[in-house]
């Protein structure tokens, strides 16, 4: 028994490991589903937008208060500017941007294709000589990462321009010496690892949206819930260790 509970989350991560890998592939295989990632893509933004603008704006405000606080007691609160640039770069961008494309996009997306599979319209496509994979899978994983990536970068405006404005007109910080220490510690090495952490982010809860929406087992609207609810669970536990090895990865290489 011990054995086969260990072997069924082998197996999912494996299987999730192989799709990843042929997904891969047709992203340089022609044809290339251009109008259905254009599609995915669309609307992954439209319902990711909202969330991630009423998510950003309060949080990137408490980092800024939070750190405002500890650099005034430190008698540097001038350099509120670097901290809150280096924090909305590095870490608040591409955490609350994927956050809100895991937790809205891809619930999304594992609920259209699991409604699919349950009705059996994905074996009807494999009979018709139709890959899942390169028909839905890759679309959706590449408009996943694109437009995580988009987001991170109104994320970290947002978060420059929020803590510019509290930090200013609520904590009486210089505006000139916040400005300035905008580029203090955030420089185009920092902006480039915040892109590729996003874009990362965004290709990972996709995929694991896909995956699950292919790989419901059962029918009926309950295991489509299930599997909706384990993709949350699952692309958060997988974000938060790769943003875990990439920030570790960034750090070695910015430091050199």
Do not use: H
């Not at 208060?65 to 809150?84: H, P, Y």
């Not at 679309?139 to 803590?163: D, T, W």
């Not at 809860?205 to 949350?232: D, F, P």
């Amino acid at each position: 028994m011990p054995q086969r509970q260990l072997a069924v989350p082998l197996q999912g991560i494996g299987g999730l490991f192989a799709m990843s890998v042929d997904a891969a592939k047709f992203v340089v295989r022609r044809p290339f589903q251009w109008r259905e990632f254009l599609d995915q893509s669309w609307f992954v933004a439209r319902v990711s937008m909202a969330p991630t603008l009423l998510v950003a704006i309060p949080f990137t405000v408490l980092v800024s208060f939070t750190l405002n606080i500890l650099l005034r007691e430190l008698g540097a609160a001038d350099l509120s500017g670097a901290g809150a640039a280096f924090g909305a770069v590095t870490q608040v961008g591409p955490m609350v941007t994927v956050l809100i494309v895991a937790g809205a996009g891809a619930t999304a997306m594992c609920a259209d294709l699991g409604s699919r599979t349950i009705r059996e319209e994905i074996d009807a496509m494999e009979v018709l000589g139709i890959d899942p994979v390169q028909r839905l899978v890759t679309p959706r994983m590449l408009a996943s990462g694109l437009v995580a990536l988009l987001l991170n970068s109104l994320v970290v405006i947002i978060g420059i321009l929020g803590g510019y404005l509290f930090s200013v007109f609520v904590q009486d910080v210089n505006p000139g010496a916040f400005a300035a220490g905008i580029t203090l510690l955030t420089g185009i090495p920092e902006v480039a690892i915040s892109c590729v952490k996003a874009a990362l982010f965004g290709l990972i809860a996709g995929m694991v949206a896909c995956y699950r929406g292919l790989t419901i087992s059962g029918g009926g609207a309950k295991a489509v819930g299930n599997a909706v609810n384990e993709t949350v669970v699952y692309a958060f536990m997988g974000l938060f260790v790769v943003n875990v090895v990439v920030t570790a990865i960034g750090i070695q290489l910015t430091s050199r």
